[in-house]
Nanobody
C-alpha cells in the first residue's frame, strides 16, 4: 500500500522560506512523476511542481523562480523548497504520485 507523508508546513512571514518534505513508502518513485499540488480555501487544487527522473522539473506559473522541487531517491523523499513566500501561497500542500495522495500540510504566509 502506497503511503505519502508530508511535513514541513507552518506559519511564515511574507518573503520567508519553507521546505516541505514528502516521504513515500510502499512504492519506489524512481521513473515516476512526483507532484506537489496545493489547494487554497474556495479554490481548485492546482499543480505547483512536478519532477521525473532525468527530466526537467515543471512549475506552475505563479511559483516559477521561487519554488524548487527536488528528490532524494535513497530516502524515497521529494522536497519542495519555497522561497520569497507570498500571502497568496497560503494553502494546503499535497504530495502526489500516480493515484496516491498525502494528507496535506498547511502553509500559511502572513505577517
Amino acid at each position: 500500500q502506497v503511503q505519502l507523508v508530508e511535513s514541513g508546513g507552518g506559519l511564515v512571514q511574507p518573503g520567508g522560506s519553507l521546505r516541505l518534505s514528502c516521504e513515500a513508502s510502499g512504492i519506489s518513485f524512481i521513473s515516476l512523476p512526483m507532484n506537489w499540488f496545493r489547494q487554497a480555501p474556495g479554490k481548485q487544487r492546482e499543480l505547483v511542481a512536478r519532477i521525473t527522473t532525468g527530466g526537467s522539473p515543471d512549475y506552475g506559473d505563479s511559483v516559477k523562480g521561487r519554488f524548487t522541487i527536488s528528490t532524494d531517491y535513497a530516502k524515497n523523499t521529494v522536497y519542495l523548497h519555497m522561497n520569497n513566500l507570498k500571502p497568496e501561497d497560503t494553502a494546503v500542500y499535497y504530495c502526489n504520485v500516480l493515484m496516491s495522495w498525502g494528507q496535506g500540510t498547511q502553509v500559511t504566509v502572513s505577517s
